[in-house]
């Protein structure tokens, strides 16, 4: 595990002690791979689950009476839980700097889109800038701290990873587009056509166990914005915000924010790739077993990172 805090290298040298003795081929094998799959997909989840935990447990148990407003509790956990991540070394320092860039731009999009209808959060507390609570931020933190500890949780690499500087130009375009399409055209699926022809041909490797997945980049993106889309129905059944379509009464978020995630996730995983580089993965590089390029063709097929 590359770039691991203090806390993960000591869970992996346990992990690797326990799992020692794992059969490498056969069902069992396949077996191990998908239990360590899952577990540390839980642990790269482990700030939003935290999070949607709380927000789950507000709507169920706290008192309407209660002296401090829901919402600033809600702030309140959002902190504690931040502060734990870094006391317990489940984040590092540097990764915080993109979480707290995640944090700002959520809140200033937050703050466009709660002004102009798009969804609406409860107006109690103090804990607020306008109608948008605190703690709204730290979702979108949620997904930074996703995606900075997934990818050192699977060694990713990638094959084919298309120039920074256009990751960059697209998703500063997708991000302006979240407010500009309130008074001019709507330029969502011309900038879906942009991150296809961009990431088509990426390919991700992410180490699991003994085995590394091989992935289209763009199908990954995919899944991650369904499970992004099923967490958000929680957060609006909760009552953390609802859309005007919910007022009356909870159902589900519209498919069609399916599209805005997809996008919204082209803005994180650009953040990201300032921390971690894109990188090559070693196999690739050396031709090793179960590529059979060779180094060079690696290197060819991998653009620039610059």
Not at 45 to 56: E, M
Not at 83 to 110: D, P, Q, Y
Request: some cysteine; overall charge positive; glycine content about 8%.
């Amino acid at each position: 595990m590359q770039r691991a805090t203090s806390l993960e290298r000591r869970v992996d040298a346990a992990a690797h002690r326990v799992l020692l003795g794992a059969p490498a081929n056969g069902i069992r094998a396949g077996l191990v791979e998908f239990t360590v799959f899952v577990l540390k997909q839980a642990w790269a989840c482990i700030f939003g689950a935290a999070l949607l935990l709380v927000i789950v447990a507000a709507q169920l148990w706290y008192p309407d009476d209660a002296a401090l407003a829901r919402n600033d509790a809600l702030t309140i956990a959002a902190v504690l839980i931040q502060v734990a991540m870094l006391v317990f070394r489940l984040e590092s320092g540097r990764e915080l700097w993109v979480i707290v860039l995640f944090h700002l731009t959520g809140t200033v999009m937050e703050l466009f889109k709660t002004d102009a209808g798009s969804w609406a959060y409860a107006a109690d507390g103090i804990l607020r800038i306008g109608g948008v609570p605190l703690f709204s931020g730290f979702m979108y933190a949620a997904v930074g701290s996703y995606m900075v500890r997934v990818h050192r949780l699977f060694d990713l690499g990638f094959t084919r990873y298309p120039r920074r500087w256009m990751t960059a130009v697209l998703a500063a375009a997708i991000y302006l587009n979240f407010f500009t399409h309130h008074w001019w055209w709507d330029l969502r699926w011309v900038l879906l056509i942009g991150v296809v022809l961009l990431w088509l041909p990426t390919v991700m490797h992410a180490r699991v166990w003994r085995r590394t997945l091989r992935l289209p980049l763009l199908l990954v993106f995919g899944g991650v914005a369904v499970f992004i889309y099923l967490a958000e129905n929680i957060g609006t059944w909760a009552g953390a915000w609802v859309y005007p379509d919910q007022v009356d009464s909870w159902q589900p978020v519209s498919l069609s924010k399916l599209t805005s995630w997809f996008l919204l996730m082209i803005i994180s995983v650009v953040l990201v790739t300032w921390v971690y580089p894109p990188q090559v993965p070693a196999s690739v590089m050396s031709g090793g077993p179960g590529d059979d390029r060779g180094a060079d063709a690696a290197r060819a097929a991998s653009a620039p990172q610059k």
